[in-house]
């Protein structure tokens, strides 16, 4: 199971529905979070439609900005408990005893009004006692390492950042790949990277999910990168590259003696596992050798 937590900047932009598809195909993620959909209830559904998922939870776009939306599968048992312009609050398996909470979060965009959303968060986190994920863009850094480009960010402005991380309980997941997720560029050729999407747990989390992975992944078409949550801590599959013979290694004369023992050998096993295994090691001893 894994999670999917993207600003995706208006799924209005049809490329920016059919990265959607992409990245969901690619991932198979069993919950999607999605902030600034600017998106009316009928594209929604057409998009829960095209990545093929059952359940859809969305709160309204404020005129043509805004809008977040949670999508799930029916392979797992979520229950929303609350929204509002800037957070979905969810428990899955609620009233079990394997149950935990997420929370997909979308920080206030208006720097004077950012203290809404930490109101918000601290309120979130005096109504239950369940491990607990929090995840989404809170458009801020607690740290000038996270920002690079533009204006120096504003200490006290942090600051609240990290207050409310503190009194939350939160510890930040950490990342794999890019170390900023939002970028703007300007006309003039100026730059600015920041960490503004992040994901956050609390204690019981950890103790639950020890091993939880977060991979910042690229996007073509928002200026936010979508992240991809694996709460069981699973690697990211690789994908197995076949074996190939080598030529060369029969130019050593202890490689070839080892080949045709193998096949010339009446063993019970597979042969050609055998001569596999038998070469594989060859070719190590000779790029050693070498």
Not at 60 to 67: A, P, V
Not at 250 to 255: I, N
Request: hydrophobic share 35%; net charge negative.
């Amino acid at each position: 199971m894994s999670i999917i937590v993207w600003n995706c900047r208006g799924l209005g932009n049809l490329r920016t529905g059919k990265e959607l598809e992409v990245v969901t195909r690619e991932k198979d993620p069993s919950v999607v979070f999605l902030a600034e959909t600017w998106a009316d209830e009928a594209r929604l559904k057409e998009i829960k439609h095209n990545i093929s998922f059952e359940n859809l939870f969305f709160v309204d776009r404020n005129n043509r900005g805004g809008g977040l939306a949670m999508y799930w599968r029916n392979s797992i048992d979520v229950t929303v408990e609350s929204f509002s312009k800037n957070h979905i609050d969810a428990i899955v398996n609620k009233g079990k005893e394997d149950a935990w909470r997420f929370t997909g979060f979308y920080g206030e965009p208006v720097t004077h009004k950012r203290f809404e959303s930490w109101d918000m968060l601290r309120q979130l986190n005096n109504r239950f006692h369940l491990p607990w994920l929090c995840a989404g863009d809170f458009n801020e850094i607690v740290s000038s390492t996270e920002k690079l480009g533009g204006n120096n960010r504003s200490h006290s402005q942090m600051q609240l950042f990290r207050d409310v991380i503190d009194e939350c309980g939160f510890i930040d997941l950490g990342y794999d790949g890019s170390p900023c997720t939002w970028q703007k560029h300007f006309v003039d050729g100026h730059s600015i990277w920041e960490r503004l999407d992040r994901g956050m747990a609390n204690n019981e989390w950890f103790l639950k999910f020890a091993g939880t992975k977060i991979y910042h992944l690229s996007s073509n078409n928002s200026d936010h990168c979508p992240l991809w949550i694996i709460p069981d801590g699973l690697e990211v599959p690789q994908i197995t590259k076949p074996f190939r013979f080598e030529e060369m290694w029969l130019a050593d004369r202890g490689c070839t003696e080892i080949v045709e023992a193998v096949w010339a050998s009446h063993e019970e096993a597979e042969p050609t596992v055998k001569v596999t295994r038998k070469i594989k090691k060859c070719g190590k001893e000779l790029h050693a050798w070498n």
